[in-house]
């Protein structure tokens, strides 16, 4: 049993493989299990079953293979590897490993394959097999004349296709140790999705994503595949009574009726409904469609921000907030080798406004820096009806307040309150939504105020924090 166990280490294999031999520590050692070397390493018996093992994991590969080839796979995977890679070739095994001198990163869906890929399977890395790519990637649904493919693959397939990445060469518990000396082996489970380029961590190529939790929606309908995007749905596009969140959508018109909110379009459908939320961010979405004013209690600030690849040249020691008379700039380490920085500039003169922070500059910059205005601001009626604003898209306050997510969640939280009570009759309308335009107004308010105490507190205050803001101060 755990010979089987060991030999036939998938991705998903590992971890239950990993989560055995932790609790099998509490009662013995690693080395007393059947089937292991002393170092842990598989036997030769265990070998022999590995290898029986990888020849299961391919005929799951060869099934899909021959499936989708009549979708248009074969013939797109042909043209993209001048004529290679042939997904029904009798030696699929050496098909996929051979090292391919073509590979067309210009044609639809493979501009952001990883640059480092050079053959259909390269073992334990998906995002470098040109295969999983393919199958994975939801930028990858045409051919080159851009006709739509007939067939995709489904999340098992897809999982067949990972389980063969990862379990064509096991790994052996030694070999995983090795990635990180010293340190203990944990069982973890992420959820993943695999992205195009610019929505990866690290913005190089299409990659696995890993999260400690996945998306989870209530709702009052089935899972939805939409095997062409590689995504679930949560949204059935006929049905206004399932769960109102579709992604992607672009919320593009608010829907009206005598003055009172009814509902949003998007570029695909039109939800109506009893109550919107703009949760949309600084942009001030809602606000703009209903030509609500916005107040301001600070200059025009404009947050710059970006990202720097390591190694660090020393151990860093951050993260820290520096100011000084022009601003304030944020470093932190974001992930290994990785850094991040703000800074926020007092006014338009500040000459680090542009530039990664002196303590980067050793790093290489992912990208030139990007800006978010962060100007102190309220929209002059967060609440009416038929609409709540929540988050950014209510108040803005810059970086500093250190709470901005904070305050989308609870403004978040009292909307969902506020819109309950009301239909459940314990309030009406008119008072929920002078209740609520009160909390936000009274939480900026204490906003506003602590953060300009801090400013104050600085050695060189920016001077339009002198003397203290208040709400009756501001402009519109
Ligand atoms: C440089 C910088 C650093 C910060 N650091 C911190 C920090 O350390 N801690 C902290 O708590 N806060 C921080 N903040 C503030 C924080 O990011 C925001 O306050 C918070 O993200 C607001 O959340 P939100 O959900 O209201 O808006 P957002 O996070 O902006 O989310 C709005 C979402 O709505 C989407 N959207 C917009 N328009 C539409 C539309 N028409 N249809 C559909 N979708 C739409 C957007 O794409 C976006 O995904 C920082 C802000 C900046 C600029």
Redesign the pocket.
Same mark, same amino acid.
């Not at 949760?279 to 942009?283: E, I, K, L, P, R």
């Not at 250190?402 to 989308?408: E, I, Q, T």
């Given at each position: 049993m755990v010979e089987r166990q060991i030999s036939s280490l998938t991705r998903r294999r590992l971890f239950q493989v990993a989560g055995a031999l932790a609790l099998g520590d509490v009662h013995r050692p690693v080395s007393a299990l059947a089937g292991t070397t002393a170092s842990g390493l598989p036997s030769n018996a265990s070998q022999r079953h590995a290898r029986a093992q990888t020849g299961l994991l391919i005929d799951g590969v060869r099934e899909i293979c021959t499936r989708l080839a009549a979708g248009g796979w074969r013939d797109l995977l042909l043209d993209v590897t001048g004529n290679v890679m042939d997904i029904t070739a009798v030696g699929l095994v050496s098909t996929l490993r051979q090292p391919l001198t073509t590979i067309d990163r210009i044609a639809p869906g493979f501009e952001d394959f990883s640059l480092e890929g050079v053959s259909g399977i390269e073992p334990g890395s998906p995002a470098r097999s040109l295969l999983y790519h393919a199958l994975a990637s939801p930028s990858v649904f045409t051919d080159r004349a851009g006709d739509v493919l007939s067939l995709f693959p489904t999340p098992a397939e897809l999982d067949t296709v990972e389980n063969y990445v990862y379990g064509v060469v096991p790994p052996s518990l030694e070999a995983i140790h090795a990635q990180a000396p010293g340190a203990p082996l944990a069982v973890v489970v992420f959820a993943l999705e695999y992205r195009s380029g610019p929505q990866t961590v690290h913005g190089k190529h299409a990659d696995l994503n890993f999260s400690r939790t996945g998306h989870a929606r209530l709702g009052n309908v089935g899972p939805r595949y939409d095997a062409q995007r590689r995504a679930f749905l949560p949204l059935i596009a006929d049905d206004p009574h399932s769960f109102p969140v579709q992604q992607p !959508?672009?919320?593009?018109q608010l829907l009206r009726e005598d003055g009172r909110v009814t509902g949003v379009a998007?570029a695909d459908i039109t939800v109506a409904a009893t109550w919107v939320v703009d949760?949309?961010?600084?942009?001030h979405?809602l606000a703009r469609q209903l030509d609500i004013r916005r107040r301001f209690a600070s200059p025009r600030l404009i947050?710059r921000?970006g990202y720097a690849r390591g190694p660090y040249p020393v151990p860093y020691e951050g993260p820290e907030i520096r100011s000084d008379e022009h601003g304030w700039t944020w470093t932190a380490q974001v992930a290994t080798d990785l850094y991040q920085w703000?800074r926020l500039s007092f006014s338009e003169n500040d000459p680090g406004r542009d530039t990664p922070p002196a303590v980067f500059r050793a790093l290489t910059a992912l990208g030139p820096p990007r800006g978010?205005d962060?100007r102190w601001r309220i929209v002059e009626r967060p609440a009416g009806r038929g609409y709540l604003c929540?988050?950014? !898209?209510a108040t803005?306050l810059d970086?500093a307040s250190?709470?901005?997510?904070?305050?989308?969640l609870m403004s978040g939280m009292m909307a969902g309150h506020v819109i309950t009570e009301c239909e459940r009759g314990a309030v009406p309308a008119a008072a929920a939504i002078r209740d609520y335009h009160a909390w936000i107004m009274n939480q900026f308010d204490t906003d506003v105020t602590a953060l300009g105490d801090f400013y104050r507190s600085l050695d060189k205050p920016p001077h339009w924090v002198l003397p203290a803001t208040s709400l009756s101060t501001l402009s519109s």
């Open positions: !959508a672009r919320a593009t998007t949760a949309g961010g600084g942009q979405w947050a921000y703000t978010a962060v929540s988050g950014d !898209a803005v970086p250190s709470h901005g997510v904070l305050r989308a």
